[in-house]
């Protein structure tokens, strides 16, 4: 299982390379909003880039629109799907 760091650090730099940010992963905070004016100021095309690459690198799944405004608020957000899946898959 990946540290919590190592983690977000992943997430931020798959944020940057999936959607071309024009910022560096290291600019981007944990708990930063992904979407809206006060945050990255991403749109929905974004966030179905998100749930594919989420479901990709992580196999996170994100069956419906209220789940996705959940997971994909943060990094912090994003990561902790990300370890509740692991949690899931090394319990099963």
């Known amino acids: ?31 930063l909003p992904l979407f ?4 990255l100021g991403l749109d929905s095309v974004d966030a179905l880039q998100l749930v594919v690459a989420l479901d990709k690198n992580y ?5 419906d629109p209220a789940a996705a405004r959940e997971v994909l608020r943060s990094v912090n957000t994003m990561a902790r799907a990300v370890r509740q ?6 319990a099963a």
């Open 1 to 31: 299982m990946t540290d919590a760091n190592t983690l977000n650090d992943e997430i931020k730099t798959m944020l940057v390379e999936n959607l071309m940010l024009q910022v560096a992963a290291s600019e981007i905070t944990d708990d």
């Open 59 to 63: 196999g996170v799944k994100i069956p």
């Open 36 to 39: 809206g004016p006060e945050g």
């Open 85 to 90: 899946k692991q949690a899931d898959t090394t």
